[in-house]
């Protein structure tokens, strides 16, 4: 089962997929837990070069999409569909849809084009269920107005971020697998909304 969270900044997706984590795993489950991007080693080196905000040559719009295709094919091909042969429950921050909300509706790139070159990087392969968590994106920014050093993409403007928020509710509304939860509300009610929707779906033992 592949499981992906996906939102704004400061949505959550943190903090619920450790919560997923640990319900999984008390029930006796093979879990594991990555992100996008740099749920690799050479992700990691990836991530640093898209969202390192003191590199002075800054990536332009086209190299940081195919920086992050290049990270999620990577990432696909030696880490997702080996846990996914060996029937983990592999549990991802991040995967395709950030790239159709962030550059498509962020960066304003053709969406078609996206899913098509997200379509080459991962083989087809798309998530079972995709928790989407959506909150207002003052507070979302509120959420992580203290951290020391915002990434690249963090200090991008209100106006931006607000395409996203809404990019990532039209994305929804296209496949089945996507579950929008409102995280404006308590870190214990998020995830029980998570946590129902997960034991519905793939009918775990309570
Ligand atoms: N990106 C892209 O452009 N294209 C792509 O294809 C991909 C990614 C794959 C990755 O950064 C960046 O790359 C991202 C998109 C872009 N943009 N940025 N920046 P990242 O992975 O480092 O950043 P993030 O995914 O946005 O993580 P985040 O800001 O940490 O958000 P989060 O994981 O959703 O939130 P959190 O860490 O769980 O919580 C944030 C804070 O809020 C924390 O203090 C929590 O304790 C608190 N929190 C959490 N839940 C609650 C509730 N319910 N109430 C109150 N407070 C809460």
């Known amino acids: 089962m592949f499981i992906t969270f996906e939102g704004i900044e ?48 800054k ?38 849809d950030s790239t159709i909300a962030y550059q498509g509706y962020g960066r304003l790139f053709d969406i078609q084009i996206l899913e098509y070159l997200n379509n080459i990087a991962t083989q087809g392969l798309k998530p079972d269920i995709t928790f989407i968590l959506d909150l207002e994106v003052e507070n979302g920014l509120n959420r992580i107005k203290n951290r020391n050093l915002l990434d ?21 509304k296209k496949e089945n697998r996507f579950c929008v939860i409102n995280s404006n509300d308590t870190i214990e009610n998020v995830f029980e909304k998570i946590k129902n929707i997960i034991v519905d779906k793939i009918k775990i033992e309570m």
């Open 152 to 172: 690249r993409i963090e200090q991008e403007s209100f106006e931006f971020h607000s395409r996203i928020r809404k990019g990532f509710l039209e994305i929804s």
């Open 59 to 96: 990536p332009i719009g086209m190299s940081e999409i195919f920086m992050y295709l290049a990270d999620r094919a990577h990432h696909v091909e030696t880490f997702i569909k080996s846990y996914l042969k060996k029937n983990y429950f592999v549990i991802s921050d991040r995967y395709i």
């Open 10 to 57: 400061g949505a959550g997706k943190t903090t619920q997929i450790k919560l997923l984590y640990e319900f999984l795993k008390s029930r006796g489950n093979n879990v594991v837990i990555t992100k996008e991007p740099g749920g690799t080693e050479l992700g990691k080196r990836i991530r640093d070069l898209i969202l390192n905000p003191n590199i002075d040559d």
